[in-house]
């Protein structure tokens, strides 16, 4: 009894000093989050951020080209790179160069592969209106489609001596140096008796004239015959000596001899037209200049210039320093068609809001490129007036003042209006006693007024307000 009564009394003892260690570890952790929390609360009470002052700035440097250089065989006829300083209609002025040919096919609907569009329908001497013409599907040897000079009299009354034709109009703006004309004829005729029939490619100038520029043999035509497809090719360069409007006609003289037993002539043409061989002229020029190594939030390229010539194709391209070249798409190039009267002033320009560094390199050198192209006979001018290279950096800047004991972190700002209520991170240590200048390019200031709030790691404030 005596030793069971001491086993109870040496749990007893365990048990107790087990509840004081367990009471001993709690008041420690009691204690201990009340230090630490009163640590931050202290830490908090101590921490005193002000935002003094919130400024927009715009900073905007302009750079003209202090060089160039010619591309291909342009040549430079007047004035230098102190001509493009300002829009004053002094030009530094360039002259273009034979830079091969370009084949141009002015007629769209050469295949006839779904209609006829473009082509007109003319005939004469029909007198017992014999005669018909229409695009076809179904007849002859077409793929998928030809136009069919039809004459038929189901009747066999009367003998027929028709002229038909088809027409295309089309314009040609510069002399070509080699024009070829081509088309496809084949005749199929149904009668008890012959006929004959002539093909010609028949070509309308601008000043009028009517030339035969291909006479076909005369085809005489027996009951069931099929000619086929025949391949027609000429060279027209001759008859190409103006610009202006000019006319193609397909035409037939189907002719029966006599009266025939239900008479039926088809004239198939198809795959018809005309590749100009034109010459091209192209002036080309690098022009490149020194800037800042600020930072940019804005870049914008303007070029003023005019052309001797109409309706030039121009390039313009910044050279991209990280893509190691000028782009052909996007950031730093641009296209377009000068105006069509020639000697015309035209302001085009560029600005460019992302990844404006790329162009320019680690020292500040930029280079740009314009490029003009056309189809002309004789060689054109580029007249360039002014270049501007302008770079702006826009944004917004703020001063805050750390008037505690303690380093503060800024994590987050905030953009208030009536209308707007905007968040950035931030990421902003000040020290004890000093002032900080933050300047942000992605933060536009609102209209006034506006609020600007600044919200610490330990959850301090400062307002700033604009009025």
Known sequence: MRLKHDKHGVSNVIVIMLSLVL???????????????NQLDWEKMQEDIDITDVTPIRDTWLYNPSGHALGGSTSLLSGDVSNLVSDDSVYMIFRSYYSGNTTIQPIANMNFTSGAAGWVYGES????NFASGAWSSTE?????????????DPLATESFDVEQWVNYTFTVDTIPSKAIIYVYASYRYTSDDDATGTPKIKLVRPDGIVVDVWIGSTVTLASGSDTGYNYVSVDATSNFTMTGTYQLSLYTHTD???AADKATVHNYWDDAGITLAAPVYTAEVEFTGLSNIEDWSQLKLTVNSAWTIGSVNVTFQLHDYILGGYPTSGSGYMTYTSDSTPNTDENRSQTINVNTTH?????????????GVKATDTPFDFKADWIEFRAVNIGTVFTFENGGPLTSHLVSLWINNSTNHQRYDANIFINSGDMESYLRNDIMLPNKPYTVKVVTERGNTAVFTGH
């Open 23 to 37: 009471i001993v570890i709690i008041v420690a952790n009691v204690v201990l989050w009340s230090y630490q929390m």
């Open 125 to 128: 001497n029909d007198v017992n």
């Open 140 to 152: 002859g040897n077409c793929d998928p489609g030809c136009y069919d000079l039809m004459v038929d």
């Open 256 to 258: 029966s001899l006599k």
């Open 359 to 371: 162009f320019r390199n680690a020292t500040g050198h930029w280079k740009m490129k314009i490029k």
